[in-house]
């Protein structure tokens, strides 16, 4: 036969005066469990979206704020004054983005090209929370949204150009035409997202080209080299001889004028003398002849004029009758 021992609680055998001091700290457990539910405080870059038993209630803003405690009001903290970024096709060392995944990099960064070429394209995009109501509310999950947006975009973009474009001469197009469209469509989905900057990281070939395509863009700015080159070279050359030419042009011009100017100095001298010639032909006449035997007579030597009426000119030779 058992035995059962059963245990019987007498209130004569407890002492209650041992649950005093546990009864004098429960309010002041529940003073300070009120205190801790009920105050927080919103840091300057954030700002709180209050959500009473998960419905929005109302903002809270920088500084000390109140909730109603126990879990019936709960704070979501937004960074509305920090900007956010997003890296597709890799990550950098410190960049964390729960989604972002090393086996979806590649097909991340994968590309067809307008003209069905392949390219490796890596962006990076700058963002901020303009409107935290709908960033919590409008969309299930807004950052995710958001790289699937943006890997759409910029698919459509890149899609549209050529690989050269995309490589090399179109990546400013390609920025501000992606960042316009992730804008447009951030705004149509609702996402409370301000878009500040698309950049592109590193554009290059596929790997298996990789070394040809290098080859090829050496070859070009080579190329580019040597018109740059001649470029220098023509406008050394061209300027210089321009200047020779007008200068012999100038040379020239003047050296006309100047004969002009003789030929009409000459003829303004010839017609003042052929005014006074006709005024008195003798007196001319006589004044040229003067002038001209003055010329003339010292360059035939030693002369002797004699009058008609002379009979010898042996008195005027000074013969010598020395040998």
């Known amino acids: ?10 209130p004569n055998d407890f002492d209650f005066k041992k649950l005093k001091p546990l009864l004098f700290l429960l309010p002041v457990v529940l003073v300070l469990w009120l205190v801790y539910t009920s105050v927080y405080t919103v840091q300057a870059e954030m700002e709180g979206i209050v959500q009473r038993f998960g ?6 803003y920088p500084g000390l704020n109140f909730k109603i405690p126990f879990g019936i009001e709960e704070v979501t903290m937004v960074p509305v ?8 096709g890799f990550a950098t060392s410190g960049y964390t983005d729960k989604w972002q995944a090393s086996s979806e990099q590649p097909l991340e960064r994968s ?10 394209v890596e962006w990076v995009i700058q963002y ?5 109501k709908a960033f919590l509310f409008k969309v299930r999950e807004p950052k995710d949204t958001l790289r699937d947006i943006s890997e759409a975009v910029m698919r459509t973009v890149v899609g549209d150009r050529t690989v050269d474009e995309v490589i090399t001469i179109g990546r400013q197009e390609i920025e501000a035409a992606a960042l316009e469209m992730l804008q447009m469509a951030v705004n149509k989905y609702e996402l409370g997202l301000s878009i500040d900057q698309v950049q592109l990281k590193n554009v290059n070939p596929p790997t298996p080209v990789q070394a040809s395509f290098n ?10 080299q040597m018109i740059n080159e001649a470029n220098g070279q023509y406008n050394r050359e061209v300027p210089r001889a321009r200047g020779e030419a007008d200068q012999k042009i100038q040379a020239a011009e003047g050296y006309a004028l100047k004969r002009v100017n003789e030929a009409d100095g000459d003829v303004a001298r010839f017609n003042a003398l052929l005014k006074e010639f006709l005024k008195a032909p003798e007196v001319t006449k006589r004044r040229i002849y003067i002038e001209t035997m003055k010329e003339v ?10 009058d008609d ?12 009758t020395d040998k």
Do not use: C, H
Request: charged share 30%; proline share 6%.
């Open 1 to 10: 036969m058992v035995q059962r021992n059963e245990f019987r609680f007498d």
């Open 55 to 60: 419905r929005y209630a109302r903002p809270a």
């Open 81 to 88: 004054k920090r900007q956010l970024k997003q890296e597709f």
């Open 111 to 120: 590309m067809v090209t307008g003209d069905l070429n392949a390219a490796l």
């Open 128 to 132: 901020r929370v303009e409107d935290p």
């Open 215 to 224: 080859e090829v863009n050496q070859a070009q700015q080579e190329r580019e």
């Open 297 to 306: 007579i010292p360059k035939l030597g030693k002369k002797i004029i004699i």
């Open 309 to 320: 009426k002379a009979s010898s000119v042996l008195p005027l030779l000074q013969l010598s």
